[in-house]
């Protein structure tokens, strides 16, 4: 699975195509909710901004496109983000980016704070066990053990931004 493909094949173009329609859906969906990254999760995504984030996308997906697993990982782990993204994305842009996020820490402190951490949690592990299942049950095959891969990395990246998130938002308030 650690196998390598080379730039002037027809593979390397296809595993390119992917990625830059996963990083691109990435990049639309975040833009759609916050243009101004204000309620941009990932603070290396935030401190590059959209032109330093593009280039590093740009030069990830060319490098990425010669080694199928993590071409794979990401592309998957990018699309579901979007698809995250895209769910949310029409609330913050209609309430803008300052007042949506005045109105989760609104919601986060008027809450029960454990609850919605267990919540967090049993959400981040229920998708977790469907890629650790798919990758489980893969027989190592390639593209089905990289999904589950990418399914597995997204529920991570979920619990860790999305805690990082909170956290920020509970000291600021």
Do not use: H
Not at 62 to 81: D, E, G, K
Request: proline share 3%; charged share 10%; hydrophobic share 55%.
């Amino acid at each position: 699975m650690d196998q390598t493909i080379p730039f002037e094949s027809k593979l390397y173009f296809v595993f390119l195509g992917i990625l830059l329609l996963a990083r691109g859906s990435d990049f639309l969906s975040t833009w759609l909710a916050t243009p101004n990254l204000l309620l941009e999760a990932n603070p290396i995504a935030k401190r590059l901004g959209w032109r330093g984030g593009m280039v590093v996308n740009l030069v990830m997906c060319a490098l990425f496109a010669a080694w199928p697993l993590p071409a794979i990982v990401v592309s998957t782990t990018s699309f579901l983000v979007a698809a995250r993204n895209f769910q949310s994305a029409w609330l913050m842009r209609s309430m803008g980016e300052y007042s949506y996020r005045n109105w989760m820490a609104a919601r986060i402190s008027e809450g029960a704070f454990g609850i919605y951490m267990i919540c967090l949690v049993a959400q981040s592990l229920l998708v977790a066990l469907v890629g650790g299942a798919l990758m489980l049950f893969s027989g190592e095959q390639l593209i089905p053990f990289g999904i589950g891969a990418g399914i597995l990395t997204y529920a991570l990246a979920v619990f860790i931004f999305t805690a990082l998130s909170v956290y920020r938002l509970r000291k600021s308030g």
